[in-house]
């Protein structure tokens, strides 16, 4: 099923199941993934809001905890938007199968195959520059800890995060956990970005290959 799909685009079909929203996962993998996605990012809600009421008077503060919101509501947004209309993409995406039956011209084809390959290109190019923010998130709390091994000082250096939170804890003493749980958070989000919108793209580029192929 669906061999035509995978063979042009398989690349989203793997970005979508990272986070359970490709259609045809298996259906207990699907729901687990999908859950465990979508209430992790909703629980990031908690410490914004928390870093909101305990940093009322600080401008930065606010501001950071503003634009987190926002990229969190994004977040939640694709998976429960792709969640709710994942009978759509089912049909889309066997639609998108059949047209390769359907145009069987060599230069349709060939048409079809140049926008598939630029899709696909598009994609790597997207998911490359998310995986660069990716690890410049994870990399920017780690920096004081290397620093304190590669050159130590008389104390350690004060540890820092990528993205603000409010647990009321000791952030020097609970560093481990803030920092895997806004790492997770981050992971997260940026593989529901990337499934998504790499889904996007690609709907994109095969339907202007259609009207090309048609032309």
Same mark, same amino acid.
Request: glycine share 4%; proline share 3%; with cysteine.
């Given at each position: 099923?669906?061999?035509?799909?995978?063979?042009?685009?398989?690349?989203?079909?793997?970005?979508?199941?990272?986070?359970?929203?490709?259609?045809?996962?298996?259906?207990?993998?699907?729901?687990?993934?999908?859950?465990?996605?979508?209430? =992790?990012?909703?629980?990031?809600?908690?410490?914004?809001?928390?870093? !909101? /009421?305990?940093?009322? @008077? &600080?401008?930065?503060? *606010? $501001?950071?905890?503003?634009?987190?919101?926002?990229?969190?509501?994004?977040?939640?947004?694709?998976? =429960?938007?792709?969640?709710?209309?994942?009978?759509?993409?089912?049909? !889309? /995406?066997?639609?998108? @199968? &059949?047209?390769?039956? *359907? $145009?069987?011209?060599?230069?349709?084809?060939?048409?079809?195959?140049?926008?598939?390959?630029?899709?696909?290109?598009?994609?790597?190019?997207?998911?490359?520059?998310?995986?660069?923010?990716?690890?410049?998130?994870?990399?920017?709390?780690?920096?004081?800890?290397?620093?304190?091994?590669?050159?130590?000082?008389?104390?350690?250096?004060?540890?820092?995060?990528?993205?603000?939170?409010?647990?009321?804890?000791?952030?020097?003493?609970?560093?481990?956990?803030?920092?895997?749980?806004?790492?997770?958070?981050?992971?997260?989000?940026?593989?529901?970005?990337?499934?998504?919108?790499?889904?996007?793209?690609?709907?994109?580029?095969?339907?202007?290959?259609?009207?090309?192929?048609?032309?």
């Amino acid at each position: 099923m669906l061999s035509n799909f995978v063979r042009e685009y398989n690349i989203n079909r793997v970005f979508l199941s990272f986070s359970g929203l490709w259609p045809f996962q298996d259906r207990l993998v699907k729901n687990v993934l999908r859950t465990f996605c979508v209430l =992790l990012e909703i629980s990031s809600y908690a410490p914004e809001i928390l870093l !909101l /009421c305990d940093h009322w @008077d &600080n401008s930065q503060m *606010i $501001f950071d905890a503003g634009y987190q919101f926002i990229f969190t509501t994004s977040f939640v947004g694709r998976g =429960l938007h792709n969640i709710w209309n994942q009978d759509r993409l089912q049909q !889309l /995406c066997i639609a998108i @199968d &059949n047209h390769w039956d *359907i $145009f069987t011209d060599d230069l349709e084809v060939q048409v079809m195959k140049n926008y598939s390959s630029l899709s696909r290109k598009f994609t790597k190019l997207f998911a490359g520059l998310l995986i660069v923010m990716l690890l410049t998130f994870v990399a920017i709390p780690l920096a004081p800890v290397l620093l304190d091994v590669i050159m130590p000082i008389n104390e350690s250096r004060p540890r820092i995060f990528a993205v603000e939170v409010e647990f009321r804890l000791n952030k020097e003493d609970y560093f481990i956990f803030i920092f895997g749980y806004t790492t997770a958070i981050i992971l997260v989000g940026i593989n529901i970005v990337m499934g998504v919108d790499a889904m996007h793209i690609m709907c994109t580029a095969h339907a202007c290959s259609l009207f090309a192929a048609v032309r």
